[in-house]
């Protein structure tokens, strides 16, 4: 790190928001926009400026998932699989056997299309590795 990006750090975290949303993530990683806000009693506006300056300047990163923006200290490597809470559902069931979307469906009580829509996800995040000749889907494990 050089003098300049030490004293780029230091003004970042002069800002006692910015401080506080940085501690957070650090001790949180994966943590989404939502939990910040609410964990630490921000408006929406103020988290999104602060957490655009932790990016820009290098701080944190994000990832998505699809459909949550989770975010991590810069320089995370290793990204845990992160899944919505009807895709960890879906990848219990599939744990103990395969099954079709309709038994799926019904045993979550949600319409099939629904469930679809996040088993293609899962496929697409390589979670789920397809499905056979029964139309029965599976994990990649």
Not at 47 to 64: F, P, T
Request: include cysteine; charge should be positive; aromatic fraction near 8%.
């Amino acid at each position: 790190m050089s003098k300049g990006d030490i004293i780029i750090t230091i003004k970042i975290i002069e800002n006692e928001n910015r401080c506080k949303i940085f501690t957070y993530i650090v001790n949180n990683p994966a943590t989404t926009f939502s939990q910040i806000m609410r964990k630490l009693r921000l408006t929406k506006r103020g988290l999104g400026y602060h957490i655009e300056n932790l990016i820009a300047e290098g701080m944190i990163i994000s990832k998505n998932n699809g459909i949550f923006k989770h975010y991590f200290i810069a320089g995370t490597k290793d990204f845990p699989v992160l899944l919505t809470p009807m895709q960890q559902q879906i990848v219990n069931l599939l744990e103990t056997e395969p099954l079709t979307l309709e038994d799926i469906s019904e045993t979550l009580g949600k319409s099939k299309r629904g469930i679809m829509y996040h088993v293609e996800n899962l496929v697409k995040m390589n979670v789920i590795l397809g499905h056979d000749e029964n139309e029965k889907w599976f994990l990649e494990r």
